[in-house]
């Protein structure tokens, strides 16, 4: 393969180079096919990630009495532990991104995982042994889902980060949806809970050993060649990064598609289901079958965001983010009205518009990132990015919750979720690519 080194650029390198030499240099870097490879890895690693994250949701009843605690107390030990650590490791996982690299944290992470899996059958019958899994999960995990932008940035031409980016988000619902099929069957197989979740340490090991064969193979053409550079342009670099607007507006773009999108997954299931006047009486089932469709919505547009941002808007994030808020806000806030769930097909239409457009909004934000700023701070970004993500939606849960509790009703929780929407809106515009960083 033939390729120019990659050069790191510092804000000082890019004012001094003339802007042809530096378009002239970008355009000679030669990608390889191995990076469709790489991509493919990213994704089953994501995708078994995803699956142990939701993995106890679906069996928590059996959990709950093996534990002798009520449904509540092992929610909050399994999926709030989990969505804490994750959102405190993803901090952590940037910068050692950055550090020591994709592949090194990748196989960190999942030594992480398959040890916490590995233990559930010893001590996951207790409250403090399946805290500590879940806090190894948390902290395999949340690297994991930092690592998209610099693996988009390294591997990948600026036309296809959106994509790789987008894919990265379908995994993440792909394996939540596998989650909940594979691992019903497996209790129902095994009887017993505990030996269904060791078994998810199959995906883990499969994810390792993909891992080794890209270790194996050639490296990412924007991979830092000069260890010595980095420590001296990075944290400058860094530090300009957390100056500009555009930097968080694009992380507030994401808490709020977060806060949106995980508040609507919690508070619409029931709301569909539930006989008037609190719900519209479709019963579990039928909530069931029409969630499951905005589920695959969901998939699709974040396999679509690139596609959709490169085709119709010349690879600019901030008209699909801004789209993506506003068709979604609009018809998550028409759900409370007869006009719009009386007729199911109309309320179908308008759970897969929300489905669709609240996806694309989070791949863009790590595609804004990972084409405007310097790679060797990009993993930086996106842990800080990721780790407020994860905070947004448990802020939008918990404020949903919060005020289904206090009316008695779903009208004001879906108005948050349509206010959270909004308030992206006004966010997104303020995405513009920062100048101090342009090629």
Not at 72 to 96: D, K, P, Q, R
Not at 198 to 223: C, D, Q, S, Y
Not at 259 to 282: K, S, T
Not at 385 to 399: C, I, Y
Request: some cysteine.
């Amino acid at each position: 393969m033939s390729s120019i080194p990659y050069r790191k650029y510092s804000i000082t390198t890019f004012n001094a180079m003339e802007e042809g030499d530096l378009m002239n240099t970008n355009a000679q870097i030669q990608y390889p096919g191995f990076r469709w490879f790489v991509l493919t890895t990213l994704c089953i690693v994501t995708a078994t990630s995803a699956m142990i994250m939701i993995a106890p949701t679906p069996i928590i009843e059996a959990i709950s009495k093996t534990m002798g605690l009520s449904r509540g107390e092992v929610s909050g030990i399994t999926m709030v532990t989990f969505n804490l650590f994750l959102a405190l490791s993803a901090i952590a996982g940037g910068a050692l991104i950055d550090r020591f690299g994709v592949l090194r944290v990748w196989f960190a992470c999942l030594i992480l995982l398959i040890a916490g899996v590995a233990l559930v059958p010893y001590v996951g019958d207790t409250g403090r042994g399946m805290t500590l899994i879940r806090v190894l999960m948390g902290c395999g995990t949340g690297p994991i889902m930092a690592a998209i932008v610099t693996v988009a940035a390294q591997w990948f031409p600026m036309k296809e980060r959106g994509i790789v980016t987008g894919i990265q988000g379908f995994s993440v619902s792909l394996g939540i949806f596998l989650g909940f099929r594979i691992v019903p069957q497996l209790f129902t197989s095994t009887g017993n809970w505990q030996t269904a979740f060791a078994w998810l340490n199959v995906g883990n090991f499969a994810a390792l050993i993909l891992t080794l064969i890209v270790a194996l193979g050639p490296r990412p053409p924007l991979e830092k060649q000069d260890t010595v550079e980095a420590p001296q342009t990075g944290g400058s670099d860094f530090r300009l990064a957390l100056l500009q607007i555009a930097t968080w507006a694009g992380i507030a773009c994401g808490f709020l598609n977060s806060w949106e999108y995980q508040a609507f997954n919690d508070l619409i299931p029931n709301y569909l289901a539930i006989d008037p006047p609190v719900g519209i009486g479709l019963g579990v089932i039928g909530a069931g079958n029409l969630m499951s469709i905005c589920t695959i919505a969901y998939m699709i547009g974040s396999i679509l965001s690139g596609v959709i941002s490169e085709k119709f808007f010349s690879g600019r994030s901030m008209p699909v983010v801004i789209l993506g808020f506003l068709i979604s806000a609009v018809f998550a806030f028409a759900v409370k009205y007869p006009y719009m769930y009386s007729n199911k097909t109309i309320l179908l239409v308008c759970l897969i518009l929300i489905g669709f457009w609240a996806a694309v909004i989070n791949p863009q934000v790590c595609a804004f990132i990972a084409k405007n700023y310097p790679e060797h701070i990009s993993g930086k970004i996106a842990g800080i990015a990721m780790a407020l993500f994860g905070f947004g939606a448990t802020l939008g849960l918990s404020a949903g919750s919060y005020a289904l509790h206090k009316t008695g009703l779903y009208m004001m929780s879906i108005n948050l979720v349509a206010a959270a929407a909004l308030l992206g809106v006004i966010a997104a515009f303020f995405m513009k690519p920062p100048k101090v960083f342009s090629k």
